[in-house]
Protein backbone atom coordinates (compact mmCIF):
# COMPACT_ATOMS: atom_id res chain seq x y z
CA UNK A 1 0.00 0.00 0.00
CA UNK A 2 1.11 3.82 -0.92
CA UNK A 3 1.74 5.51 2.33
CA UNK A 4 0.96 8.70 0.61
CA UNK A 5 -2.39 8.11 -1.04
CA UNK A 6 -3.04 4.91 0.75
CA UNK A 7 -4.07 3.13 -3.00
CA UNK A 8 -3.02 -0.42 -2.37
CA UNK A 9 -1.62 -2.80 -5.26
CA UNK A 10 -0.86 -6.52 -6.51
CA UNK A 11 2.64 -6.44 -6.08
CA UNK A 12 6.15 -4.50 -5.00
CA UNK A 13 6.98 -4.00 -8.39
CA UNK A 14 4.18 -1.58 -9.30
CA UNK A 15 3.98 -0.03 -5.91
CA UNK A 16 7.71 1.11 -6.51
CA UNK A 17 6.33 2.50 -9.89
CA UNK A 18 3.16 4.01 -8.69
CA UNK A 19 5.53 5.58 -5.48
CA UNK A 20 7.49 7.68 -7.72
CA UNK A 21 4.39 10.19 -9.01
CA UNK A 22 4.15 11.53 -5.70
CA UNK A 23 7.76 12.58 -5.79
CA UNK A 24 9.38 15.50 -7.97
CA UNK A 25 12.31 13.25 -8.98
CA UNK A 26 13.44 12.67 -12.27
CA UNK A 27 16.25 10.34 -12.89
CA UNK A 28 15.39 9.53 -16.35
CA UNK A 29 16.99 12.07 -18.76
CA UNK A 30 16.92 12.50 -22.43
CA UNK A 31 20.28 12.56 -24.10
CA UNK A 32 18.83 13.95 -26.73
CA UNK A 33 16.76 16.94 -25.77
CA UNK A 34 17.18 17.13 -22.11
CA UNK A 35 13.74 16.34 -21.09
CA UNK A 36 13.53 14.20 -18.01
CA UNK A 37 11.31 11.81 -16.47
CA UNK A 38 10.41 9.93 -13.42
CA UNK A 39 9.99 6.22 -15.27
CA UNK A 40 12.27 4.43 -17.15
CA UNK A 41 9.41 3.09 -19.57
CA UNK A 42 8.29 6.62 -20.28
CA UNK A 43 11.78 8.33 -21.19
CA UNK A 44 11.98 4.68 -23.72
CA UNK A 45 8.97 5.94 -25.40
CA UNK A 46 9.72 9.24 -25.70
CA UNK A 47 13.15 8.36 -27.46
CA UNK A 48 11.30 7.27 -30.68
CA UNK A 49 10.51 10.44 -31.43
CA UNK A 50 13.82 11.11 -32.29
CA UNK A 51 14.70 8.04 -33.32
CA UNK A 52 11.14 7.65 -35.60
CA UNK A 53 10.77 3.86 -34.58
CA UNK A 54 7.39 2.44 -34.32
CA UNK A 55 7.90 -0.87 -32.48
CA UNK A 56 3.58 -1.57 -33.05
CA UNK A 57 2.08 -2.33 -36.31
CA UNK A 58 -1.63 -2.77 -37.08
CA UNK A 59 -2.18 -5.84 -38.65
CA UNK A 60 -5.04 -4.23 -40.42
CA UNK A 61 -3.70 -1.28 -41.52
CA UNK A 62 -0.07 -1.34 -41.15
CA UNK A 63 -0.47 2.30 -39.56
CA UNK A 64 2.73 2.29 -36.57
CA UNK A 65 2.82 3.36 -33.30
CA UNK A 66 5.20 4.46 -30.33
CA UNK A 67 2.67 2.54 -27.84
CA UNK A 68 1.02 -0.26 -27.27
CA UNK A 69 -1.67 1.62 -25.88
CA UNK A 70 -2.32 3.79 -28.66
CA UNK A 71 -2.34 0.66 -31.11
CA UNK A 72 -5.16 -0.20 -29.08
CA UNK A 73 -7.09 2.74 -29.48
CA UNK A 74 -6.28 2.54 -33.09
CA UNK A 75 -7.71 -0.94 -33.20
CA UNK A 76 -11.30 -0.32 -32.16
CA UNK A 77 -11.32 1.96 -35.84
CA UNK A 78 -11.44 -1.87 -37.29
CA UNK A 79 -13.53 -3.86 -34.58
CA UNK A 80 -16.10 -0.86 -34.08
CA UNK A 81 -15.21 -1.39 -30.02
CA UNK A 82 -16.33 1.77 -28.42
CA UNK A 83 -16.01 1.34 -24.51
CA UNK A 84 -16.53 4.69 -23.04
CA UNK A 85 -20.48 5.88 -22.82
CA UNK A 86 -21.70 9.28 -21.92
CA UNK A 87 -23.95 8.97 -19.16
CA UNK A 88 -26.26 12.01 -20.18
CA UNK A 89 -26.63 10.92 -23.83
CA UNK A 90 -25.68 7.55 -24.57
CA UNK A 91 -23.16 8.65 -26.96
CA UNK A 92 -19.82 6.04 -27.27
CA UNK A 93 -16.47 6.68 -27.63
CA UNK A 94 -13.16 4.64 -28.02
CA UNK A 95 -10.96 6.79 -25.78
CA UNK A 96 -11.80 7.72 -22.07
CA UNK A 97 -10.35 10.96 -22.87
CA UNK A 98 -12.71 11.46 -25.87
CA UNK A 99 -15.47 10.75 -23.39
CA UNK A 100 -14.46 13.52 -20.73
CA UNK A 101 -13.94 16.38 -23.40
CA UNK A 102 -17.30 15.35 -24.44
CA UNK A 103 -18.89 15.44 -21.26
CA UNK A 104 -17.93 19.31 -21.15
CA UNK A 105 -20.76 19.83 -23.59
CA UNK A 106 -23.41 18.99 -21.26
CA UNK A 107 -21.69 20.15 -17.75
CA UNK A 108 -20.36 23.66 -19.80
CA UNK A 109 -16.94 23.01 -18.51
CA UNK A 110 -14.47 25.36 -20.08
CA UNK A 111 -11.05 24.24 -18.42
CA UNK A 112 -8.34 26.48 -20.94
CA UNK A 113 -8.72 30.09 -20.68
CA UNK A 114 -6.94 32.74 -23.36
CA UNK A 115 -5.11 35.00 -20.97
CA UNK A 116 -5.39 37.88 -23.22
CA UNK A 117 -8.98 37.88 -23.68
CA UNK A 118 -10.65 35.34 -21.51
CA UNK A 119 -12.06 33.60 -23.71
CA UNK A 120 -12.78 29.63 -22.99
CA UNK A 121 -12.35 26.51 -24.62
CA UNK A 122 -13.03 22.76 -23.59
CA UNK A 123 -10.01 21.75 -25.26
CA UNK A 124 -6.14 22.61 -25.50
CA UNK A 125 -5.73 22.33 -28.95
CA UNK A 126 -8.40 24.85 -29.51
CA UNK A 127 -6.91 27.42 -26.86
CA UNK A 128 -3.81 26.89 -28.87
CA UNK A 129 -5.56 27.85 -32.24
CA UNK A 130 -7.13 30.70 -31.02
CA UNK A 131 -4.32 32.35 -29.17
CA UNK A 132 -2.97 33.10 -32.87
CA UNK A 133 -5.91 35.44 -33.59
CA UNK A 134 -3.92 37.90 -30.66
CA UNK A 135 -0.50 37.55 -32.57
CA UNK A 136 -0.99 38.06 -35.89
CA UNK A 137 1.37 35.44 -36.73
CA UNK A 138 0.44 33.21 -40.06
CA UNK A 139 4.15 31.41 -40.44
CA UNK A 140 2.36 28.81 -43.15
CA UNK A 141 1.97 30.39 -46.53
CA UNK A 142 0.74 28.25 -49.98
CA UNK A 143 3.45 28.17 -52.50
CA UNK A 144 0.61 28.72 -55.30
CA UNK A 145 -1.01 31.85 -54.47
CA UNK A 146 0.89 32.58 -51.43
CA UNK A 147 -2.12 33.05 -49.13
CA UNK A 148 -0.67 32.62 -45.26
CA UNK A 149 -2.17 31.03 -42.21
CA UNK A 150 -1.60 30.83 -38.71
CA UNK A 151 -2.18 26.80 -38.58
CA UNK A 152 -0.42 24.09 -40.49
CA UNK A 153 -3.65 22.14 -40.61
CA UNK A 154 -5.59 24.86 -42.09
CA UNK A 155 -2.63 25.26 -44.96
CA UNK A 156 -3.11 22.09 -45.75
CA UNK A 157 -6.94 22.17 -45.97
CA UNK A 158 -6.37 25.13 -48.51
CA UNK A 159 -3.63 23.83 -50.39
CA UNK A 160 -7.10 20.86 -51.27
CA UNK A 161 -8.65 23.80 -53.41
CA UNK A 162 -5.68 23.74 -55.64
CA UNK A 163 -5.37 19.97 -55.51
CA UNK A 164 -9.35 19.04 -55.84
CA UNK A 165 -8.19 16.42 -53.22
CA UNK A 166 -11.27 15.67 -50.86
CA UNK A 167 -9.74 13.14 -48.63
CA UNK A 168 -12.28 12.58 -46.54
CA UNK A 169 -15.75 10.78 -47.98
CA UNK A 170 -18.65 9.69 -46.56
CA UNK A 171 -19.09 5.90 -47.01
CA UNK A 172 -23.34 6.37 -46.89
CA UNK A 173 -23.43 8.60 -49.87
CA UNK A 174 -20.10 9.05 -51.18
CA UNK A 175 -19.92 13.00 -50.47
CA UNK A 176 -16.36 14.24 -50.18
CA UNK A 177 -14.75 16.65 -47.98
CA UNK A 178 -11.77 18.53 -47.49
CA UNK A 179 -11.91 18.51 -43.33
CA UNK A 180 -12.54 15.47 -41.19
CA UNK A 181 -14.61 17.55 -39.03
CA UNK A 182 -17.02 18.10 -42.08
CA UNK A 183 -17.60 15.15 -42.70
CA UNK A 184 -18.11 14.06 -39.24
CA UNK A 185 -20.98 16.98 -39.31
CA UNK A 186 -22.11 15.53 -42.87
CA UNK A 187 -22.35 12.13 -41.32
CA UNK A 188 -25.48 13.21 -38.69
CA UNK A 189 -27.94 13.85 -41.28
CA UNK A 190 -27.33 10.09 -41.88
CA UNK A 191 -26.97 9.09 -38.47
CA UNK A 192 -29.82 11.79 -36.94
CA UNK A 193 -27.04 12.69 -34.14
CA UNK A 194 -27.95 15.64 -32.72
CA UNK A 195 -25.14 16.10 -29.71
CA UNK A 196 -25.76 19.87 -29.19
CA UNK A 197 -28.47 20.76 -27.02
CA UNK A 198 -29.71 23.93 -25.42
CA UNK A 199 -30.21 24.07 -21.75
CA UNK A 200 -33.31 26.39 -21.70
CA UNK A 201 -35.44 24.55 -24.70
CA UNK A 202 -33.66 21.35 -24.87
CA UNK A 203 -33.78 21.52 -28.89
CA UNK A 204 -30.76 20.08 -30.26
CA UNK A 205 -28.34 20.55 -33.04
CA UNK A 206 -25.69 18.78 -35.14
CA UNK A 207 -23.30 22.08 -35.02
CA UNK A 208 -22.08 23.87 -32.02
CA UNK A 209 -22.20 27.02 -33.85
CA UNK A 210 -25.93 26.53 -34.32
CA UNK A 211 -26.78 25.92 -31.02
CA UNK A 212 -24.38 29.08 -29.92
CA UNK A 213 -26.63 31.21 -32.39
CA UNK A 214 -29.75 29.32 -31.45
CA UNK A 215 -28.58 30.57 -27.44
CA UNK A 216 -28.85 34.35 -28.64
CA UNK A 217 -33.30 33.62 -28.42
CA UNK A 218 -33.09 33.17 -25.14
CA UNK A 219 -30.25 35.58 -23.88
CA UNK A 220 -31.93 38.40 -26.29
CA UNK A 221 -28.50 39.11 -27.92
CA UNK A 222 -27.87 40.20 -31.32
CA UNK A 223 -23.95 40.76 -31.99
CA UNK A 224 -24.85 42.18 -35.70
CA UNK A 225 -25.84 45.55 -35.86
CA UNK A 226 -26.54 47.24 -39.17
CA UNK A 227 -24.31 50.82 -40.00
CA UNK A 228 -27.86 52.03 -41.73
CA UNK A 229 -30.85 51.58 -39.84
CA UNK A 230 -29.48 50.06 -36.39
CA UNK A 231 -31.92 46.86 -36.75
CA UNK A 232 -29.70 44.47 -35.23
CA UNK A 233 -29.16 40.34 -35.73
CA UNK A 234 -28.04 37.37 -34.19
CA UNK A 235 -26.30 36.42 -37.14
CA UNK A 236 -23.60 37.62 -39.51
CA UNK A 237 -25.51 35.99 -42.31
CA UNK A 238 -28.37 37.78 -41.52
CA UNK A 239 -26.93 40.62 -41.40
CA UNK A 240 -25.72 40.31 -44.89
CA UNK A 241 -28.81 39.46 -46.25
CA UNK A 242 -30.22 42.70 -44.62
CA UNK A 243 -28.03 45.21 -46.00
CA UNK A 244 -29.05 44.38 -49.08
CA UNK A 245 -32.22 45.77 -48.81
CA UNK A 246 -30.32 49.25 -48.67
CA UNK A 247 -28.24 48.45 -51.27
CA UNK A 248 -30.38 47.35 -53.63
CA UNK A 249 -28.16 44.04 -54.64
CA UNK A 250 -30.43 41.12 -56.11
CA UNK A 251 -27.75 38.35 -56.32
CA UNK A 252 -30.36 35.83 -57.42
CA UNK A 253 -31.77 35.65 -60.76
CA UNK A 254 -34.09 33.45 -62.56
CA UNK A 255 -33.10 32.41 -65.44
CA UNK A 256 -36.58 32.09 -67.16
CA UNK A 257 -37.86 35.78 -66.47
CA UNK A 258 -35.15 37.39 -65.14
CA UNK A 259 -36.59 38.23 -61.63
CA UNK A 260 -33.95 38.45 -59.13
CA UNK A 261 -34.04 38.07 -54.99
CA UNK A 262 -31.82 39.29 -52.18
CA UNK A 263 -31.80 35.59 -50.88
CA UNK A 264 -31.39 31.65 -52.46
CA UNK A 265 -34.47 30.90 -50.80
CA UNK A 266 -36.48 33.32 -52.24
CA UNK A 267 -35.25 32.27 -56.10
CA UNK A 268 -36.01 28.86 -54.87
CA UNK A 269 -39.32 29.38 -53.98
CA UNK A 270 -40.13 31.69 -57.16
CA UNK A 271 -38.77 28.82 -59.32
CA UNK A 272 -41.90 26.51 -58.16
CA UNK A 273 -44.11 29.18 -59.74
CA UNK A 274 -42.81 28.22 -63.49
CA UNK A 275 -42.52 24.44 -63.06
CA UNK A 276 -45.77 24.42 -61.42
CA UNK A 277 -44.06 21.87 -58.63
CA UNK A 278 -46.18 21.52 -55.21
CA UNK A 279 -44.73 18.95 -53.11
CA UNK A 280 -46.48 19.45 -49.83
CA UNK A 281 -50.37 19.15 -49.35
CA UNK A 282 -52.93 19.64 -46.54
CA UNK A 283 -54.33 16.23 -45.16
CA UNK A 284 -57.72 18.09 -44.48
CA UNK A 285 -58.43 19.75 -48.00
CA UNK A 286 -55.42 18.47 -49.91
CA UNK A 287 -54.44 22.01 -50.80
CA UNK A 288 -50.70 21.89 -52.08
CA UNK A 289 -48.16 23.86 -51.50
CA UNK A 290 -44.47 24.83 -52.69
CA UNK A 291 -43.55 25.24 -49.23
CA UNK A 292 -43.26 23.12 -46.04
CA UNK A 293 -43.71 26.84 -43.85
CA UNK A 294 -46.79 27.52 -46.25
CA UNK A 295 -48.21 24.30 -45.23
CA UNK A 296 -47.56 24.95 -41.79
CA UNK A 297 -48.73 27.98 -41.85
CA UNK A 298 -51.96 27.33 -43.59
CA UNK A 299 -52.64 24.03 -41.14
CA UNK A 300 -53.56 26.56 -38.21
CA UNK A 301 -57.04 27.61 -40.68
CA UNK A 302 -58.15 24.28 -39.66
CA UNK A 303 -56.73 23.85 -35.97
CA UNK A 304 -57.48 27.20 -34.99
CA UNK A 305 -54.26 28.24 -33.71
CA UNK A 306 -52.69 31.46 -33.67
CA UNK A 307 -49.67 31.56 -32.31
CA UNK A 308 -48.65 35.38 -32.81
CA UNK A 309 -50.29 37.87 -30.26
CA UNK A 310 -50.01 41.86 -29.97
CA UNK A 311 -48.75 42.88 -26.69
CA UNK A 312 -51.07 46.16 -26.75
CA UNK A 313 -54.54 44.56 -27.48
CA UNK A 314 -54.09 40.83 -27.38
CA UNK A 315 -55.45 39.98 -30.75
CA UNK A 316 -53.69 37.36 -32.49
CA UNK A 317 -52.61 35.79 -35.66
CA UNK A 318 -51.48 32.78 -37.48
CA UNK A 319 -48.24 34.73 -39.26
CA UNK A 320 -46.15 37.07 -37.95
CA UNK A 321 -46.29 39.30 -40.86
CA UNK A 322 -49.72 39.54 -40.10
CA UNK A 323 -49.25 40.31 -36.54
CA UNK A 324 -46.27 43.17 -38.13
CA UNK A 325 -48.74 44.82 -40.24
CA UNK A 326 -51.59 44.98 -37.07
CA UNK A 327 -49.09 46.35 -35.17
CA UNK A 328 -48.86 49.50 -37.25
CA UNK A 329 -52.66 50.22 -35.81
CA UNK A 330 -51.71 50.97 -32.84
CA UNK A 331 -48.08 52.93 -33.77
CA UNK A 332 -50.16 54.60 -36.62
CA UNK A 333 -47.14 53.74 -38.66
CA UNK A 334 -48.14 54.35 -42.88
CA UNK A 335 -44.84 53.22 -44.53
CA UNK A 336 -46.42 52.92 -48.51
CA UNK A 337 -47.38 56.09 -49.77
CA UNK A 338 -48.98 57.43 -52.95
CA UNK A 339 -46.23 59.49 -55.00
CA UNK A 340 -50.05 61.56 -56.93
CA UNK A 341 -51.78 62.24 -53.64
CA UNK A 342 -49.41 61.38 -50.82
CA UNK A 343 -52.19 59.12 -49.61
CA UNK A 344 -50.10 56.57 -47.08
CA UNK A 345 -51.01 53.17 -45.84
CA UNK A 346 -50.03 50.47 -43.92
CA UNK A 347 -50.14 47.65 -46.47
CA UNK A 348 -47.88 47.85 -50.33
CA UNK A 349 -51.53 45.82 -51.33
CA UNK A 350 -53.61 48.85 -50.03
CA UNK A 351 -51.53 51.27 -51.99
CA UNK A 352 -51.63 49.33 -55.03
CA UNK A 353 -55.33 49.01 -54.93
CA UNK A 354 -55.15 53.15 -54.77
CA UNK A 355 -53.77 53.72 -57.67
CA UNK A 356 -55.67 52.80 -60.33
CA UNK A 357 -58.12 55.71 -59.23
CA UNK A 358 -55.46 58.18 -60.57
CA UNK A 359 -54.74 56.72 -63.80
CA UNK A 360 -57.80 55.38 -64.58
CA UNK A 361 -57.29 52.19 -65.73
CA UNK A 362 -59.82 49.08 -64.97
CA UNK A 363 -58.83 46.09 -65.77
CA UNK A 364 -61.03 44.18 -64.34
CA UNK A 365 -63.50 43.32 -67.04
CA UNK A 366 -67.26 41.16 -66.48
CA UNK A 367 -67.28 38.08 -68.95
CA UNK A 368 -71.16 38.72 -68.72
CA UNK A 369 -71.95 42.01 -69.41
CA UNK A 370 -68.54 44.04 -70.29
CA UNK A 371 -68.87 46.49 -67.05
CA UNK A 372 -65.30 46.80 -66.15
CA UNK A 373 -63.88 47.47 -62.79
CA UNK A 374 -60.49 49.01 -61.05
CA UNK A 375 -60.05 45.82 -58.24
CA UNK A 376 -60.65 42.46 -58.80
CA UNK A 377 -62.71 42.05 -55.82
CA UNK A 378 -65.00 44.57 -57.22
CA UNK A 379 -65.27 42.38 -60.24
CA UNK A 380 -65.91 39.84 -58.33
CA UNK A 381 -68.47 40.88 -56.01
CA UNK A 382 -70.35 42.45 -59.00
CA UNK A 383 -70.56 38.65 -60.53
CA UNK A 384 -72.75 37.93 -57.70
CA UNK A 385 -75.37 39.47 -59.59
CA UNK A 386 -74.98 37.71 -62.35
CA UNK A 387 -74.55 34.06 -60.34
CA UNK A 388 -77.34 34.94 -57.63
CA UNK A 389 -74.64 34.42 -55.24
CA UNK A 390 -75.21 35.57 -51.99
CA UNK A 391 -72.38 34.48 -49.72
CA UNK A 392 -72.88 36.39 -46.57
CA UNK A 393 -75.97 35.16 -44.62
CA UNK A 394 -77.40 36.79 -41.21
CA UNK A 395 -77.57 34.12 -38.22
CA UNK A 396 -80.70 35.83 -36.92
CA UNK A 397 -83.03 36.12 -40.23
CA UNK A 398 -80.73 34.50 -42.69
CA UNK A 399 -81.12 37.07 -45.35
CA UNK A 400 -77.89 37.15 -47.04
CA UNK A 401 -75.98 39.63 -48.99
CA UNK A 402 -73.61 39.73 -52.07
Known sequence: MCDVCNKAFHDKCTLKLHVSIHSEERPYVCDVCGISFRLRGDLKVHQRIHTGDLPYACVECNKSFKRSGQLKVHQRTHTGERLYSCGICNKTFTEKGSLKKHQRVHTGERPYSCGKCNKSFTQNGSLKKHQCVHDGERPYSCDMCGKSFKLKGILKAHQRIHTGDLQYACVECNKSFRWSGQLKVHQRTHTGDLPYACLECKKSFRHLGNLKVHQRIHTGERLYSCGICDKSFTEKGSLKKHQRVHDGERPYSCGKCNKSFTQKG?????????DGERPYSCGMCNKPFTEKGSLKRHLRVHDGERPYSCGICNKSFTKKGILKI?????????????????????????????????????PYSCDMCGKSFKLKGNLKAHQRIHTGNLQYACVECNKSFK
Not at 329 to 356: A, I
Open 266 to 274: SLKRHLCVH
Open 326 to 362: HQRVHDRERPYSCGKCNKSFTQKGSLKRHLPVHDGER
